[in-house]
């Protein structure tokens, strides 16, 4: 964990209060993170000590998906919904690797976020940082800046990468995801990692599911750790590519990765789905 304070943080920025992508950047050993965000990850570890594993194991899941959905699906633009903190193996590095001139869009609310993306891509006309909110999707659907490099009428991947979960059933995330796959053209793809509580699969697991729950909710006033089923509706409509619903770390794994099956290991869990 960082041991001292980001320098001049953005005046819109509360650092008393922690925040969804600091938190995570404290998980990943970052250092764009306030005292606030290290005290709710310290509480966090308390319930879920190897909650970094977690979070790196989401790292390398989102890496996975992006180098197969830009080396063999042939799509060249995503749309990263709340992309979080910059961080090594971003989006537009992985893509662009595998097919230079990939087009990403990275989108956020949170304005930490938005000043450091836009400092890393000061110089790339591929790749931009939108301020939106993902429970407004016709605002980043109709967003020029969006539509400057979005074209809905080819592929695209929408990444919902750890970001579900942050919103309260009351917010009508399987709506919000519908309203997005709706304007997707044939042979985009979908991506999610979720939050995810067992049940009688994993009773110890579902435990401590509940008790993260309550954590996340005092502090933060988010998190949702839904069943799978739950989480396999956001899907509806489009043809689950194997492995299917898995850990993160189960999901196409590379030759050689090892991932030790520890208290969060069936709590975050990720699928990637095809448009037909």
């Not at 960082?2 to 404290?26: F, K, L, Q």
């Not at 750890?162 to 009508?172: G, K, M, N, S």
């Not at 991506?191 to 049940?199: I, L, M, Y």
């Not at 590379?254 to 969060?264: H, L, N, R, V």
Request: a negative charge; aromatic letters at 6%.
């Amino acid at each position: 964990m960082a041991e001292s304070e980001p320098e001049r943080p953005p005046r819109e920025v509360d650092t008393t209060r922690p925040s969804v992508s600091r938190v995570y950047d404290v998980m990943l050993g970052g250092k764009d993170n306030y005292a606030s965000d290290r005290e709710l990850a310290r509480l966090a570890l308390e319930v879920a000590p190897d909650a970094p594993e977690a979070a790196r194991a989401n790292r390398e899941f989102i890496k996975r998906v992006v180098r197969y959905l830009a080396a063999e699906t042939g799509i060249r633009q995503f749309l990263d919904l709340g992309s979080g903190l910059p961080a090594p193996g971003n989006v537009h590095e992985i893509a662009q690797a595998r097919a230079p001139g990939t087009r990403v869009v990275y989108v956020d609310h949170d304005p930490i976020v938005l000043v450091h993306g836009r400092a890393l891509l000061a110089v790339d006309d591929t790749t931009t940082v939108v301020e939106a909110d993902l429970r407004d999707p016709e605002e980043i659907l109709g967003h020029p800046e969006v539509g400057k490099l979005i074209d809905f009428g080819e592929p695209v991947g929408l990444l919902m990468f750890a970001i579900l979960h942050h919103l309260p059933d009351a917010a009508d995330p399987a709506g919000i995801v519908s309203t997005f796959v709706s304007r997707l053209a044939p042979g985009s793809h979908l991506a999610v990692s979720h939050f995810c509580n067992p049940g009688q699969a994993h009773p110890e697991v579902s435990r401590q599911a509940y008790t993260a729950e309550k954590l996340f909710n005092e502090h933060l006033g988010t998190g949702r750790w839904r069943t799978r089923e739950e989480i396999l509706a956001f899907f509806d409509g489009l043809d689950l590519l194997a492995p299917g619903l898995v850990p993160v770390p189960e999901w196409r794994p590379d030759p050689g990765d090892q991932a030790e099956p520890g208290i969060t290991y069936h709590t975050f869990v990720g699928a990637v789905a095809r448009k037909p």
